[in-house]
């Protein structure tokens, strides 16, 4: 039966034209790596998702500029090693012009440089190609705000930005010490015992050594996390703990 026949069918019509009028666009993806063979297959991994529409490639920083500009994808998935300019400056420069612009940095390399920048660019997360095969996983994950890494960066997180925290906490000018952050958890009603807890996370402790340094329960610890994650709209104490390290 057609839609366009008058039948009890009627409704049933109406139903699949909705749930064609529903059916959300592909987010669109820019891939941007200096070999050619890997953004082909990156493409084919991407392409083979319908909620994924690639369209555009790049082999440098230069040429990601260049096509964020022309394209305005959903996501730009860079490397970062690559000729001229790299990802990373490429990154720094697009969030300059366009800063809700979400990036993804898919890399070979886990040098701790590279994820401190990275971190305090803001993008969306830091892969590594071996990861690969939860990439799919990782760019919905990053499109729905979540910050996305892999196993072996999220090793090296505590370690590294309990490092950048003590080179950040004070910086002298003219002999002031300057206060390192500007965001205010006040206006979003963080108490005091709610920010210990927070800097403990991002310095890398567990519920268990957070609970003995605080004289708390490990229960009152969770509870303390929850009511921070919801105040702070983040999905989980690795997002915290990035948070605090780059505001």
Known sequence: ????????GIEECRERSGDRENMSEPKT???????ELITMSLEMIISADPEFQVIGKGNSGEEAIRLYEERNPDLLLTDIRMPDMTGLDAAEKILSLHPDAVIL???????????????????????????YKSLPVSLRAALNGQSVFGGAVVDKL???MSHVDKNNSEAVHGGRKEEKRSFS????DITEKEYEV?????DGYSNKEIADKLFLSEGTVRNYLSSILEK????????????????
Do not use: W
């Open 1 to 8: 039966m057609h839609c366009g026949q008058k039948s009890q």
């Open 29 to 35: 993806i820019l891939i941007v790596d200096d070999d």
């Open 105 to 131: 940095f898919l890399t070979t390399f886990s040098d701790d440089e590279y994820i401190v920048k990275a971190l305090k660019l803001g993008v969306k997360g830091y892969l590594l190609k071996q990861d």
């Open 158 to 160: 505590p370690e590294l």
């Open 185 to 188: 958890y006040r206006e979003h």
């Open 198 to 202: 927070i800097q403990l996370v991002g």
């Open 232 to 247: 702070l709209e983040l999905r989980d104490r690795t997002q915290l703990a990035i948070f605090y390290l780059t505001n």
